[in-house]
């Protein structure tokens, strides 16, 4: 197994968060972007553990920086002193870990009050959307595309709209 780049982890994880925001969007109004109340529980849970992670993350980064800096591996672009703008950065990151455990603590009390939320919708679950008149998610590259029209890869597109064709 080789070591992956910290930062394209974090990337990652910054993606994840993006794709996440892209399959809960909403088609319309009477369509919610998670279908069931279990899902939203499930999603709130991932989140609160999201967020009860990046404080070891903040301060791994602000102790590497202290720790390159202390055996005198920083420089400054700008010709300033880097440990400045190491504290300064130490300062940030302990009120984003702050910042990230008040998060958390939310995360928990939403967590707690989805749980005992009930579907009492149609036992098949919400009615779909005809293809064509939202949107479908495209599995090989991950993107949204109108249902049926644009999507460059037919065979992956999740939604009925090619079966038309």
Not at 88 to 103: P, S
Not at 128 to 136: D, K, L, N, T, V
């Amino acid at each position: 197994m080789t070591a992956a780049d910290p930062a394209t982890i974090a990337r990652q994880a910054a993606e994840a968060i993006r794709e996440f925001n892209h399959l809960t969007f909403p088609n319309s109004p009477t369509k919610p972007g998670l279908t069931y109340p279990g899902e939203a529980y499930d999603a709130i849970g991932a989140l609160k553990t999201l967020a009860q992670r990046l404080p070891q993350a903040m301060e791994q980064i602000g102790t590497a920086l202290d720790v390159l800096g202390t055996n005198d591996h920083l420089g400054s672009a700008i010709g300033e002193d880097p440990a400045r703008h190491v504290a300064l950065v130490q300062e940030f990151l302990r009120t984003a870990m702050d910042c990230a455990g008040g998060l958390t603590q939310c995360l928990e009390l939403a967590h707690s009050e989805a749980s005992p939320l009930l579907y009492t919708g149609p036992e098949d679950g919400p009615e779909e959307e005809p293809c064509g008149e939202g949107m479908c998610q495209c599995s090989c590259v991950g993107t949204l595309h109108p249902c049926g029209c644009d999507c460059p890869h037919p065979d992956d597109c999740d939604c009925d709209a090619w079966d038309q064709y």
